[in-house]
């Protein structure tokens, strides 16, 4: 299959003026958006301490099975994301609803 690298680029570029997205980023966003593939994007820096607070909680609680280990794991992961100057990091959909997940159980 064959792609409009002009137009890819050209998107891009619109992204990076018009949303303030790194140029990385928007190229994530622009390659996502011609190959149809819907890619996540997550404000992880605003919100760090919810994550982070749900981590401290869970390791607390105790990891009592896999799944819970698991989780803990992808939140971390998205805790390191590379992130554009907004705080906003092109994340796979399961991190996204994890971290979703963890600001609204973090209270």
Known sequence: MRYNLRQIMRRAWALHRERGFTLMT???????EAKGVKLYTFNVESERAGITSYIVKAMRAGLSD????????HLRAAL????????VAVLDGKTVGLCKYALRNAA
């Open 26 to 32: 928007a190229l994530r966003l622009a390659w996502g």
């Open 66 to 73: 896999i799944h819970e280990q698991h989780k803990v794991e």
């Open 80 to 87: 390191l994301a590379p992130c554009d100057r907004l705080g």
